[in-house]
């Protein structure tokens, strides 16, 4: 593993545990994340994903780490900016769909491929 550093916005960046593959293009298995990985993944987004006052805010916040919050299969995925790799689902994160929807609301979903059955969440 490695630190990759994701833009903040205004030339500000925060290093993220980020292994290399996901910005290789390479795809890998949802949740193949090694344990330590893994940990260091939900701390370090928790903060977001539990301030977040709606899907549009909660895209944002993650954005600006170098994710995509998306529709993968019908369940709600990180998804690696640059690289479109499928990193885990939200449920992995320990915040799972119900809990956001519950939340957040019915998010708005725009379909990018509908033969990877992907879509990214609007707000």
Known sequence: MRL???????GTRAAAPVAALWHA???????GLDVETAAMLRAWLA?????ARSWEELSER???K???VGFIDGRLSLIAEGSG??????RFLGHGFAELRNRLG?????VRDGRKALGVVMH
């Open 4 to 10: 990759i550093q994701a833009d903040q916005g205004q």
């Open 25 to 31: 293009g390479q795809a890998e298995p949802r949740n």
């Open 47 to 51: 903060p977001d994903i539990e301030a």
């Open 62 to 64: 993650l954005a600006r």
């Open 66 to 68: 170098g994710f995509l």
């Open 85 to 90: 790799v499928v990193l885990c689902s939200f």
């Open 106 to 110: 019915r998010p708005h979903v725009l």
